[in-house]
Every structure is written in structure tokens, then in C-alpha cells.
């Protein structure tokens, strides 16, 4: 059973910043295209960031400038650094595996702006 723990949500006031880390084990991460989401209150789940095996990057549009998606691959581990946090930066951020397979989402972990 493969598992992609989230943490590093939290509460935090506009203008700060967090960062997320996404851990696993049971995969060849190094060889994985990996990806962070997020779903706000009502709204559809929206892809924020993705990184290649090579470190090659992309972000939403609404995020650019203030997020930055990286990944250790020693440690198994892919975080999402946001920076300059908006109240409507507020959702469950995921994490998921991109390619070779699609097939695995972590459970979640949620960031609040809020002041």
C-alpha cells in the first residue's frame, strides 16, 4: 500500500508563510513526477505546482512568485514552500504522484489564512 503523509498546515496570518512537506516510502520517488493540489471550501481541486525528476517546475498561474515546489529525493520527500499567504490560499492542500502513474493522493493537510 503505498502512503503519501502530508504535513506543515497549519493557521497562519495573511502575508506569512508555510511550508508543506509530502513523504513517502513505498515508491521509487526519485523516478516520479510529483504534484501538489488544493481543494477549497466548495470549489473543484486544482493542481498548484509540479516538479519532474530533474527539478523541472510548474505553478498555477495564482501562485507564481509565491510558492516554490522542490524535492529531496534522499529523503523521499516533496515540499511546497508558500510564501505570502492570501486568505484565499485557504483549502486541503495534497500531495500525488504525477507519472509514471497518476494513481496516488496523500490524505491531506489543511492551511488556513486567516487573521
Known amino acids: 500500500q503505498v502512503q503519501l503523509v502530508e504535513s506543515g498546515g497549519g493557521l497562519v496570518q495573511p502575508g506569512g508563510s508555510l511550508r508543506l512537506s509530502c513523504a513517502t516510502s513505498?515508491?521509487?520517488?526519485?523516478?516520479?513526477?510529483m504534484g501538489w493540489y488544493r481543494q477549497a471550501p466548495g470549489k473543484q481541486r486544482e493542481s498548484v505546482a509540479s516538479i519532474t525528476p530533474s527539478g523541472r517546475t510548474n505553478y498555477v498561474d495564482s501562485v507564481k512568485g509565491r510558492c516554490t515546489i522542490s524535492r529531496d529525493n534522499a529523503k523521499n520527500t516533496v515540499y511546497l514552500h508558500l510564501n505570502s499567504l492570501k486568505p484565499e490560499d485557504t483549502a486541503v492542500y495534497y500531495c500525488k504522484t504525477e507519472f509514471p502513474s497518476a494513481l496516488y493522493w496523500g490524505q491531506g493537510t489543511q492551511v488556513t489564512v486567516s487573521s
Open positions: 513505498e515508491i521509487r520517488f526519485s523516478i516520479y513526477t
